[in-house]
């Protein structure tokens, strides 16, 4: 169950675009290949953290198109894919079949993982209830990035809940889109600054103009977190951090004819969980 009302009508939105959305990955992506080719998902930057990943623990959260998910169980990770929308999952859960990838599918908001149990407790991962991890486990793996952070209000606390889902030394990754580049107004010609770099927002916009169809409203929130804002709530959560990366350079396609070449796409954060201290 979703409590954050602006994440709710997000949740709605999502279920509602997921379909439509959806096709317009596989008109880019061969997800089909990634168990031949695990980098359609994950860039080589990720690739230099993400060694030997066979028989860990991994979730991804807000999994979204699932790609990473599904790449990280062809390396062989057991994968926990958890988004906040049913209409994702129940998509990426068929094609996960598909490909013949074990992976559980499991629906919250990433500012609220309780369902997924207390790592230390008997409810987690790695508790008494799981033979394969030991006591006191958790996931070694959490991954969260593309464009999750636009959608949760509270950038803290998701942070905060993806390193509690850790075992301590664990590892935590985010490559987001880079915030720098969510400021400047999609048009050709010279860049134009539309949104202020440290207004968090929400920005609100009617998600049913998406849909070729009439849904009725669909009012969606979005919210604007700065590279500061990334890096303290990792180092808040509880996590060393271990490599910091810009990377890419290209303009992507939803992006238009937007001139933002040789401006970073990417933000990759890469942080280990510290001990909990006596």
């Not at 675009?17 to 959806?22: I, L, N, P």
């Not at 062809?74 to 906040?84: K, L, N, P, Q």
């Not at 508790?127 to 509270?154: C, M, N, Q, R």
Request: charged content about 25%; aromatic content about 8%.
């Amino acid at each position: 169950m979703c409590r954050n009302p602006m994440h709710e009508a997000n949740r709605r939105g999502w279920d509602a675009v997921s379909a439509q959305w959806q096709a317009g990955i596989d008109a880019r992506v061969d997800w089909r290949n990634i168990p031949n080719d695990i980098r359609i998902a994950l860039d080589d930057v990720e690739l230099k953290y993400l060694v030997d990943v066979s028989g860990r623990s991994a979730c991804v959260l807000g999994s979204g198109d699932n790609l990473v998910a599904f790449a990280l169980a062809a390396a062989g990770a057991r994968v926990t894919s958890v988004d906040i929308s049913q209409a994702q999952l129940d998509i990426a859960a068929g094609r996960a079949e598909e490909l013949g990838l074990p992976i559980v599918f499991h629906r919250a908001d990433v500012t609220e993982l309780g369902s997924l149990g207390d790592p230390d407790g008997p409810g987690g991962p790695g508790g008494p209830d799981d033979p394969d991890e030991p006591l006191g486990g958790g996931f070694d793996i959490v991954y969260t990035g593309g464009h999750v952070a636009v959608w949760v209000s509270d950038l803290k606390r998701y942070y905060g809940e993806a390193i509690r889902i850790l075992k301590c030394g664990g590892l935590f990754m985010v490559n987001e889109y880079h915030p720098f580049r969510r400021i400047w107004k999609h048009s050709a010609g010279p860049l134009k600054q539309e949104y202020h770099y440290f207004d968090h927002g929400p920005l609100t916009y009617d998600r049913s103009e998406d849909l070729s169809d009439d849904p009725g409203p669909l009012p969606s929130y979005e919210f604007h977190w700065t590279v500061s804002d990334m890096v303290s709530a990792m180092l808040d959560g509880g996590c060393e951090l271990m490599a910091v990366e810009e990377h890419g350079d290209g303009r992507q396609d939803w992006e238009g004819m937007t001139p933002l070449e040789n401006l970073p796409a990417n933000l990759l954060l890469v942080g280990r969980k510290k001990p909990r201290s006596s």
